[in-house]
């Protein structure tokens, strides 16, 4: 079943077209890989896919239903949740506080049921705060909940990150470089949490420079250089392809990258 349908994708700034006509077809449960070359437009494609950003042309579904042009808090609502390059914490918070704040997207209870202290809103606060912490137990930093989001180290703040994000109860989950910067112990960690969420049903692409992250979890991979999808197959397709090996790696081969 596709999960993720992308259509004729295209986006203009200016005179510059960071997307060319773009499709892809996400199946539902797989693990996607998202590779190019810096500026090839992937991180632009995960902009207009969470509503960030609205396509010039084109238009993309999410099970059978059109959501191009949908605001960022409407497409995560369906079902699809994101991280970031950069991380996007709220460094003051605690490590729970944190990924409670993802959840004011399943609350009922509204502004004023926060104010007078209703209730029901006593009752989704129980709800949010154990749903949390079955979170960082998943993740592994339930021993670090009461933690400072900002005291934590850089790879766990990544890590963080992701739990947020699963907050959101997605269907599909869009991770960008989710292993940047990291040592081998850390990146063996994160692949291991990527499994993990796919084993649990969730749709996962990744955009990720480390290609021994992307040949290892991903089934599927779709590569883009200036805009254009230049290929698109499985690992091995893609590590014996040509235009990839040329364009964006030069002579060296896919599957002996390291970064």
Not at 191 to 210: A, D, F, K, W
């Amino acid at each position: 079943m596709t999960i993720l349908g992308i259509e004729g994708l295209t986006r203009d700034f200016g005179g510059l077209r960071a997307l060319d006509k773009v499709d892809l077809a996400l199946q539902s449960g797989e693990i996607f890989g998202l590779i190019g070359p810096n500026g090839s437009g992937k991180t632009t494609m995960l902009n207009i896919i969470t509503g960030f950003l609205k396509p010039t042309a084109g238009h993309i579904t999410y099970k059978g239903k059109l959501i191009t042009g949908f605001r960022p808090h409407q497409i995560a609502k369906r079902g699809v949740a994101r991280t970031f390059q950069l991380t996007s914490l709220f460094p003051a918070l605690t490590v729970e506080e944190n990924v409670i704040s993802a959840r004011h997207l399943d609350s009922h209870s509204g502004v004023l049921g926060s104010f007078f202290l209703t209730k029901p809103y006593h009752k989704e606060e129980v709800k949010s705060r154990q749903e949390a912490m079955d979170i960082l137990k998943f993740v592994r930093l339930y021993e670090k909940s009461g933690m400072v989001a900002q005291n934590l180290p850089a790879a766990e703040q990544r890590i963080l990150e992701i739990a947020i994000a699963l907050a959101v109860k997605p269907e599909l989950l869009l991770l960008d470089e989710p292993v940047s910067g990291m040592n081998i112990q850390e990146t063996a960690r994160v692949m291991e949490l990527i499994q993990s969420i796919q084993q649990r049903g969730t749709t996962v692409v990744i955009i990720e420079h480390n290609m021994k992250v992307i040949t290892e979890l991903c089934s599927h991979i779709a590569v883009l250089d200036h805009g254009v999808k230049i290929a698109e197959g499985t690992p091995e397709e893609i590590t014996n392809n040509k235009d990839v090996i040329s364009v964006y790696l030069g002579k060296r081969r896919v599957g002996n990258v390291k970064s």
